[in-house]
């Protein structure tokens, strides 16, 4: 039962275009969502993150949006540059009680920024 | 300040043989967090701690054992090792009163044949 769903294995933008990569959770009590980066024989790396309160969170080119009621968030990359090339894991937490901060990931996307 | 750092990197095992792998991190986290990354499936869970001398069982736990003696290591023991344990094995960490982030090691490939 896979609760976080990255539904595009594979993306392809062009140099300057937006990317959009999609995450879809089934758990309701998913409260806090994650991008990581994940670039060849390294470990991932934190991207931005977004709390259920909040529906839009922007950190310089990065923007992640979140829609509850349809239990979808995506990530928006403007403007794309080659280095964003790279697997893209969303994950999702459910916080408080004891859930002691563990991350559901979905299956990642590999975004290809085209120069 | 190195962060969370893995060993080995890259292990090859024969099948039934054992390992030990290690995670220190020097952030002074409270939490650590062992996943296994395979092909199509992203990271899943395997065991988890909330502070030393503590662990719990996460999404796939069978086959693996974990110790948390220190604070800042966090082993990942495979008794008798299984084909279907090839993968990436990742290390993160995570200090209890942030957000939720996890902060992740650089990962050991490991290789049963």
């Known amino acids: 039962d896979q609760q976080v769903k990255q539904n595009s294995p594979s993306l392809s933008v062009q140099e300057g275009r937006i990317s959009i990569l999609n995450c879809d959770y089934t758990n309701s009590m998913f409260d806090y969502f994650l991008w990581y980066k994940k670039y060849p024989a390294e470990g991932p790396t934190f991207l931005i993150s977004i709390s259920s309160i909040k529906d839009k969170n922007e950190d310089g080119r990065f923007t992640v949006f979140l829609n509850k009621s349809a239990k979808h968030l995506s990530l928006h990359i403007v403007p794309s540059q080659p280095g964003d090339s790279a697997v893209y894991f969303c994950?999702?937490?459910?916080?408080?009680?004891?859930?002691?901060?563990?991350?559901?990931f979905g299956q990642g996307t590999i975004l290809t920024v085209h120069p | 300040n190195a962060g969370v750092t893995q060993t080995p990197k890259f292990r090859v095992l024969k099948t039934g043989q054992s390992m030990t792998l290690l995670c220190a991190q020097d952030?002074?986290?409270?939490?650590m967090y062992w996943y296994r990354q395979d092909p199509g499936m992203g990271l899943r869970l395997i065991h988890y701690?909330?502070?030393?001398?503590?662990?719990a069982k996460g999404e796939v736990p069978d086959g693996y054992n974990v110790s948390r003696l220190k604070k800042q290591n966090f082993l990942l023991g495979l008794e008798s090792a299984a084909p279907s344990q090839t993968s990436v094995y990742f290390c993160?960490?995570?200090?209890?009163?942030?957000?939720?982030?996890?902060?992740f090691g650089p990962g050991t490939r490991l290789l049963v044949l």
């Open positions: 701690s909330v502070g030393e001398g503590t662990t």
């Open positions: 952030m002074n986290h409270e939490y």
């Open positions: 993160a960490s995570r200090n209890r009163q942030e957000e939720e982030t996890q902060y």
């Open positions: 994950a999702a937490s459910a916080t408080g009680g004891t859930s002691y901060g563990k991350l559901t």
